[in-house]
């Protein structure tokens, strides 16, 4: 291997092992190029605000389930639409 083989070796195993260490301490870069370090406790709020968000959603889909699947409820809720529509001419 020639000196500048070596060199060129050197340069993509330094950066291959600074993409690691930037990965493992969780720097990253935004869309402006600008580096950017995890904030763990923003993170963990982020998380949390989510799934309050997703145990919302799932109760609002287990409503829409019985509604959908219950079929006297169902007629009853057409009843009360058509009531709503007023008499037609």
Request: cysteine-free.
């Amino acid at each position: 291997m020639s000196g500048g083989q070596f060199m060129v070796v050197m340069i993509v195993a330094i950066v291959m092992f600074s993409s690691i260490i930037k990965a493992k301490m969780g720097i990253r870069r935004d869309r402006h190029g600008d580096y950017n370090i995890r904030d763990d406790a923003a993170v963990s709020a982020e998380n949390h605000r989510l799934k309050g968000e997703i145990a919302d959603l799932r109760e609002r889909i287990q409503v829409l389930e019985r509604v959908v699947t219950d079929n006297e409820g169902s007629l009853r809720l057409d009843r009360e639409i058509e009531k709503l529509r007023g008499p037609r001419n």
